[in-house]
Nanobody, 119 residues
Framework: QVQLQESGGGSVQAGGSLRVSCTVSRSWGSTYTLAWFRQAPGKGLEWVSSIYTDGGSTYYADSVKGRFTISKDNAKNTLYLQMNSLKPEDTAVYYC????????????WGQGTQVTVSS
């Protein structure tokens, strides 16, 4: 069983930066997809960004492109999301997720970390 644990959320003013981290309980395989999702108050789950462990290709939602950067540290089994130029609409609970390719969708999810951006 793979466990994911987010950290690094908090409160920041608009225009500021935060980095959230996700520690994975064991080394991820070469075919994993790692991702960040978020859920704003009263809204559904929104995909934010993904990275492939094989090759490191990255993908971003249009709403965060150019402001957020996803990265991973294989040695530390840690996924990151660097968030710059934050806006109040980025306020949400941020979740990391992992897909090991054995089924459609993401198999494993963290418990979430709150990010609050004030205007």
């Amino acid at each position: 069983q793979v466990q994911l644990q987010e950290s690094g959320g908090g409160s920041v003013q608009a225009g500021g930066s935060l980095r959230v981290s996700c520690t994975v309980s064991r080394s991820w395989g070469s075919t994993y997809t790692l991702a960040w999702f978020r859920q704003a108050p009263g809204k559904g789950l929104e995909w934010v960004s993904s990275i492939y462990t094989d090759g490191g290709s990255t993908y971003y939602a249009d709403s965060v492109k150019g402001r957020f950067t996803i990265s991973k540290d294989n040695a530390k089994n840690t996924l990151y999301l660097q968030m710059n130029s934050l806006k109040p609409e980025d306020t949400a609970v941020y979740y990391c997720a992992a897909a090991d390719g054995t089924r459609v969708g993401y198999n494993y999810w963290g418990q979430g970390t709150q990010v609050t951006v004030s205007s």
